[in-house]
């Protein structure tokens, strides 16, 4: 392992763990305590974690960029399909065809906590309580979501750009509990 290998993989780690512990911190405050206990763990697993260290920017997820030079990322992959936070796990095969599946709403939540804690963790000190909604806007991901879970990700994240996070989270509680 060279230098650069060497830096990058304690760089990856130490975002890692920092993504993680604001998940952690975000999903206690909607009430899913163990889902941010073990929240992205699959990063640790080789295949995620070689190529996170490989891909590693520090602005911008390194799977990005591995899907960026490889056109896919096994990684990225690998991710998606072991975490129910992220809306492409909810897909099914029916009458030949994939079709979105609408999450459900602890899932969502989670995906929402994942969301602001990445825009916090990429953006730095450029994040405002508007910038996970800038992102969903700019990306045409709602255009593959279950309609109605593009309209519940917009939704929140509308009003957190409106109302901030402490009324987001309190909200967010209340759609856990509610959802139970």
């Known amino acids: 392992m060279n230098k650069k290998q060497l830096k990058n993989t304690f760089k990856h780690l130490k975002t890692v763990h920092i ?11 909607c ?14 697993s080789p295949i995620e974690l070689l190529s996170g260290i490989k891909y590693y920017q520090g602005d911008r997820s390194p799977l990005d960029l591995d899907q960026q030079i490889n056109g896919y990322s096994k990684a990225w992959l690998h991710h998606q399909g072991r975490n129910k936070h992220h809306w492409e796990y909810w897909y099914a095969h029916l009458n030949h065809q994939f079709v979105p599946i609408e999450m459900p709403t602890r899932y969502l939540v989670e995906s929402i906590c994942d969301r602001i804690a990445a825009s916090k963790i990429y953006l730095k000190d450029k994040y405002t309580d508007a910038s996970p909604y800038e992102y ?4 045409n991901d709602r ?3 279950h309609p109605n ?3 519940e990700f917009e939704r929140i ?7 901030g996070e402490e009324k987001t989270f ?8 509610e959802n139970k």
Do not use: I, P, W
């Open 149 to 151: 879970t593009a309209k």
């Open 136 to 139: 969903l806007m700019r990306n």
């Open 157 to 163: 994240l509308l009003y957190l750009k409106e109302n």
């Open 170 to 177: 309190e909200m967010l509680k209340k759609m856990v509990k």
């Open 31 to 44: 009430g899913l305590y163990a889902q941010g206990l073990v929240h992205d763990l699959s990063k640790y």
């Open 143 to 145: 255009n593959y979501m």
């Open 19 to 29: 993504h993680r512990k604001l998940v952690r911190e975000n999903c206690f405050k």
